[in-house]
Structures are given as C-alpha cells and as structure tokens.
C-alpha cells in the first residue's frame, strides 16, 4: 500500500494539531476531580513517587512532562464530555478493554 500524500486539508491539520495546546496541570487536575496520587499515576502511567514529587516542594520537586500533562487533559476531557463522544470514535481511539465492552455513556 502507499502512503496517501499529504495535501492542503492535511497540511493544514497538521499546523493546527501541532499548534494545540491539549494540558492539565497535576495541580490543576488534582483541584478538579476527588482523585489519589495513586489514580494521578495510573493515568499518567508513573509511579506514585513521580506524583508525589509533583507535588513536593524542595530540591525533590519535579514538573510533570507535556505527555504527563497531555494524559491528565485526555482524562479531564473524558470525564467531562464521554456521553457526547459517539461510540464509534471511542472505539476507534481507544483500543478495546479486555472485556472488549465499551463502557455505554
């Protein structure tokens, strides 16, 4: 198969996406939803240190990464806004769950 080229509405996609400022702050998230350090790393998929130096403050502390960030804004995104999202598009972005149920909104 080849490679479909990238025209003017790709090209365009692409300025945009890259110009796209999809982040959440563990502070912020962390204001927002009743969430654990523990649930903070299972969505950013770090241990419950990293989380832990988020939030320290000192020589320890540490800033999360833009894809720590980006994770946190997907999540905030879902909860927020799941029953909007067709289930086609979800499963088309997510791969299934092992029980291969989608959870129905």
């Not at 320290?56 to 720590?68: F, I, L, P, Q």
Request: include cysteine.
């Amino acid at each position: 198969m080849t490679p479909q080229a990238l025209g003017r509405r790709e090209l365009a996609l692409l300025q945009f996406y890259c110009g796209c400022q999809f982040s959440m702050t563990p502070h912020a998230f962390y204001a927002r939803w009743g969430v654990t350090h523990t649930q903070i790393a299972q969505i950013c998929g770090v241990s419950e240190a990293s989380v832990d130096r988020w939030f320290s403050h000192g020589k320890h502390r540490r800033v999360a990464e833009v894809r720590h960030r980006r994770k946190l804004a997907e999540m905030h995104f879902i909860w927020e806004h799941y029953e909007r999202v067709p289930l086609e598009l979800v499963a088309y972005i997510c791969s299934p769950p092992p029980n291969g149920q989608v959870p129905s909104p």
